[in-house]
């Protein structure tokens, strides 16, 4: 466990060792504020004390942007340059690895996650009050980001340790993680199976359940399928070098 | 294995590695005692980066054994990877992270608590010479000091055991000298297992080597065992180029002529000199002693000897026979023998020539 930290620890720091902490951070905040109250007239328009846009953009610009460019470097990048082997020849287990990248990743996705809570502490409790704010669907709310950026961490993982290049990293993860966010309004437009199977697999139709303040069971194994799977997949392709 | 000395340090049984229809090792046997520095000999793509992989559990052996410290590397990588302090080839570091950070980073993987970690910082940074860079990021290191650097992270935790994978590689002559000058220190009580294509670096640092070459353990022994394989001894011999006392210089060709006349000398071959004096290399055999023959030679036909040195034959030209012989029973003679007698045919003829010229 200590391992897992050390190496889960190295990796966020190394974040804030270069721009890109920053980079990320700023950028998404301020397309998030962008979105929140500028997009389609923003909040305003709604005319309502709620969180609910904030749900459907952070997983928005989660699966676009954000993890993404957090993971794509996380296996490949190691690989390309040598320093997986110097990782690996430490006493350290692959599966510690594994974990610790993913918890370093999972940290600054979180950061993020996390510090849009300002939205609805600054906006409904301290300095301003702009009327009465149920708080249930905001924590449900944040229950399903945090799962759904748990799972998509382990996705973007798991897709840096097929490959040794940062950029097909990116662009793969991006792809997979749009498809699985638009998956459900593809599946509006379908009918039949295919509708089904595409709104099961919909990040987007899970994560409604969670912004209107119902935690369904179902999803939330869903979310941790997805991440136990991937991780384990992750695994598996590290362990591959062994025998390659 | 139990009945195993505890003495051997690292014991490699007919490892073997496929990568797809490659085979990069091939039965690769051998082992390294207590406190022995043995140089890993070879060609790029002889598989000693291979071999050294499979010893740290970075990869497994399509078939075969290896024991580090008396641990399978089957059985308990962890334990292996305890015992030992690995530098891989050119040093992958994280660029971004600050020398002193990632020392701190292996000490807290390897287990060092704050106060072990401390003590043994301090000796890392003494032995590896890395007090100005302590601040500055890896990115911004020359290849010498990142060297130093992956040096240093391998000895952080004191290990029985240092396997460096081609230390020297990429480094100008000063930093080299100094890395060897590390590596015979921290060898005098360590075991070290160093792969290198330098072959006057194993002269320095080792005493016994381990020659490797297309996957295959080519020869094993102490260098002078190693040296005397090929059963050759070498003379040098120099002669100056002016005449003495009123006898006419000799030219190359009747040098070469005279030298190949005597028993016992097998090859003749011109060094690289000077204008002032011919150096020639012989080779003969083992047993014999050619030294006094040589200077009755000279004096018989008036040479001017100002050098004659008799010694085994050099690393170099072992490991070339040894590691090309494979190429050369393809093409089924040797080649480097075919070269040499061109070369010196050329060399011959000019320096004919030039004699010719002074006479006239």
Not at chain 1, 34 to 55: E, K, N, S, V
Not at chain 1, 137 to 142: A, D, I, Q
Not at chain 2, 319 to 330: G, I, N, P, V, Y
């Amino acid at each position: 466990m200590d391992k897992i930290l050390s190496v889960a620890k190295r990796e966020f720091r190394s974040y804030f060792d270069s721009p890109l902490a920053y980079v990320v951070i700023c950028l998404s905040f301020f397309g998030l504020g962008l979105m929140f109250f500028m997009f389609r007239g923003g909040y305003w328009q709604i005319d309502r004390a709620t969180m609910q846009p904030l749900f459907e953009f952070v997983p928005a610009g989660l699966a676009m942007l954000v993890v993404p460019v957090v993971t794509m470097r996380l296996m490949a990048e190691e690989r390309r340059s040598g320093t997986l082997e110097m990782l690996i020849t430490l006493p350290v287990k692959d599966s510690d690895v594994i974990l610790g990248k993913y918890l370093g990743a999972l940290g600054l996705v979180s950061v993020v996650v996390l510090g849009s809570l300002t939205y609805p502490i600054f906006m409904f409790q301290f300095p301003w009050s702009l009327g009465p704010l149920d708080m249930g669907p905001v924590l449900s709310g944040y229950i399903g980001l945090l799962l759904y950026a748990g799972a998509s961490v382990a996705v973007g993982l798991l897709v840096s340790s097929l490959t040794d290049s940062q950029s097909i990293s990116f662009f793969i993860t991006f792809f997979v993680l749009g498809a699985f966010w638009f998956s459900g309004a593809i599946a509006d437009q379908l009918s039949g199976g295919v509708a089904a199977v595409l709104h099961y697999i919909s990040f987007q139709t899970r994560m409604n359940g969670f912004m209107r303040g119902l935690i369904d069971t179902r999803d939330v194994v869903f979310f941790l399928s997805i991440t136990v799977l991937c991780l384990v997949s992750s695994f598996r392709a590290l362990e591959r070098r062994k025998w390659a | 294995m139990g009945l195993m000395s505890t003495d051997v340090m690292i014991h490699a049984s007919d490892l073997s590695k496929r990568f797809g229809a490659v085979r990069a090792l091939d039965k690769v046997s051998f082992e390294v005692k207590r406190g022995e520095v043995v140089g890993f000999l070879g060609p790029n793509g002889a598989g000693k980066s291979t071999t050294m992989r499979i010893l740290t559990c970075f990869i497994a052996p399509s078939s075969g054994t290896a024991l580090v410290n008396g641990v399978d590397v089957f059985d308990d990588p962890l334990a292996v990877r305890k015992a030992i302090g690995y530098l891989p080839q050119r040093a992958p570091l994280y660029t971004d992270m600050s020398v002193r950070d990632y020392l701190s980073f292996v000490g807290e993987i390897r287990g060092l608590g704050p106060d072990k970690f401390k003590s043994a910082l301090t000796r890392v940074i003494e032995v590896c010479g890395l007090a100005q860079v302590l601040q500055k990021d890896i990115g911004t290191l020359s290849h010498g000091y990142r060297q130093r650097v992956g040096l240093g992270q391998a000895l952080l935790h004191d290990p029985e055991i240092l396997i460096l994978d081609e230390p020297t590689a990429d480094l100008d002559p000063n930093e080299k000298a100094e890395v060897i000058r590390y590596i015979q220190d921290i060898g005098k009580d360590r075991t070290v297992l160093l792969s290198t294509h330098n072959l006057s670096e194993v002269e320095q640092a080792c005493a016994r080597a381990i020659i490797v070459s297309k996957g295959r353990v080519v020869a094993d022994g102490q260098l002078d065992e190693i040296r005397a394989k090929t059963g050759a001894v070498r003379y040098t011999l120099t002669v100056d180029e002016k005449g003495a006392a009123g006898r006419a210089a000799p030219s190359f060709a009747e040098l070469e002529g005279a030298l190949v006349g005597l028993t016992g000398v097998r090859k003749v071959r011109e060094l690289p000199n000077d204008e002032s004096a011919h150096r020639v290399e012989l080779s003969g055999s083992k047993d014999g002693d050619l030294r006094a023959e040589l200077f009755r030679l000279a004096v018989d036909k008036g040479w001017t000897l100002l050098e004659l040195h008799r010694d085994a034959q050099s690393l170099d030209a072992v490991f070339r026979d040894l590691t090309r012989s494979d190429e050369a029973l393809d093409r089924g003679r040797t080649l480097e023998q075919d070269d040499d007698e061109d070369e010196d045919e050329g060399t011959d003829s000019d320096d004919a020539d030039q004699d010719e010229e002074k006479k006239g």
